[in-house]
């Protein structure tokens, strides 16, 4: 089967002890880059073989080499970088905030970005190296008009032709790299489902109605170029720092936009009351895999067999069930503090989805 897979996964994992405590070591400038990268090296081919051993058919490096899921990636364009700022609308019950990114000139990937990381982890592995990195929309959704240079782009138009090409490169390295599985993480959905986000959005002079539509040109412009034989997955989330949130409300807002983007499968958050109904699966086109984020990764505690083969139930009367996959809602370490649920509870919770795919789809 090509991917997305029946049982499958976001992408982050928990990082182990001794992985945390060199990254905090290298910040302080007590450890060279050389020496991280060896204990990354050594956790990431753990991480691997565990992610066998649950079965998962889908693997990554467990993004071991990040601090932000999205941060690391986008300041590796030239005129992109990252900036502490308040933010209107920010995670729930939590004083320390993620980065804003900024874009302070003209858009320019002069470099290969995560290519040797996706080599190592392909190396390290003989089922399917999936490579995830963040969408377009990262560049525009949090800072909007002001957080992009106007001295570099007057019109917003060829910050997004810019934007695409960089993407293009990056993504025509990876296939050449022999990247087969290729996901856009993209929380611009989900937190444009949320009234308060949306507000938020409009106050600044966003038209929250056109901005999915925008950010789904801009998937499409990036994967234009996209070789053959890459499967390319797009995956929604409403914010997933330290176990809280940002975004809550059902995808109806979004959802024919979202599906307009030109990826294979779509990754939904559908594993709190917060996600809404699966009414608006009714949208999802034929043939596109929807794989459904039922199993929390913000808390420990195991979802049971019987509760997500009723969801699932519950999904197919929009979606066929040949058209649906089972994952986690999001990654179990979006960032490198990981959220809060144990190394027993992350593979548990991995194993369950591969136990119950099986169950429902062989």
């Avoid at 022999?178 to 489902?193: R, V």
């Amino acid at each position: 089967m090509k991917p997305p897979f029946r049982a499958d996964q976001v992408g982050s994992l928990l990082r182990p002890a001794g992985l945390a405590e060199a990254r905090t070591k290298w910040r302080r400038g007590e450890l060279n880059a050389d020496a991280l990268r060896r204990v990354e090296d050594e956790a990431i081919r753990d991480a691997i073989a565990r992610q066998e051993a649950v079965g998962l058919q889908s693997i990554t490096d467990g993004e071991f080499r990040r601090e932000w899921w999205h941060v690391d990636f986008l300041t590796g364009f030239e005129g992109v970088e990252s900036t502490m700022a308040p933010l209107t609308v920010g995670f729930k019950n939590s004083e320390e905030q993620p980065p804003m990114l900024r874009v302070t000139g003209k858009v320019r990937r002069s470099r290969p970005i995560f290519i040797d990381a996706f080599r190592y982890m392909k190396g390290a592995t003989s089922c399917t190296a999936k490579q995830t990195i963040p969408a377009p929309a990262m560049l525009h959704m949090r800072p909007g008009r002001e957080g992009i240079s106007r001295e570099a782009y007057p019109d917003l138009e060829e910050f997004w032709n810019d934007v695409a090409q960089a993407y293009r490169a990056e993504i025509r390295d990876l296939a050449a790299a022999g990247c087969t599985y290729l996901q856009l993480d993209d929380t611009s959905y989900a937190y444009l489902c949320d009234e308060k986000f949306r507000a938020s959005l409009k106050a600044r002079g966003d038209d929250p109605d056109r901005l999915p539509w925008t950010y789904a040109s801009a998937i499409n412009a990036a994967l234009a170029e996209r070789p053959t034989g890459m499967t390319v997955t797009m995956h929604t989330c409403r914010g997933n720092f330290k176990s809280t949130w940002v975004a809550s409300g059902g995808y109806e807002p979004v959802v024919e936009a979202m599906f307009s983007a030109e990826v294979d499968g779509v990754f939904m958050e559908f594993d709190s009351a917060r996600a809404g109904t699966f009414e608006p699966l009714r949208y999802a086109p034929r043939g596109r895999k929807v794989v459904l984020g039922l199993v929390t990764t913000k808390v420990g505690a195991l979802e049971s067999k019987d509760t997500l083969k009723r969801r699932i139930d519950e999904a197919a009367k929009f979606v066929p069930l040949e058209d649906l996959c089972l994952s986690p809602q999001c990654g179990f370490s979006s960032t490198h503090h990981g959220n809060a649920l144990s190394q027993d509870d992350q593979w548990k919770k991995l194993e369950r989805i591969v136990e119950t795919a099986k169950e429902i789809w062989t």
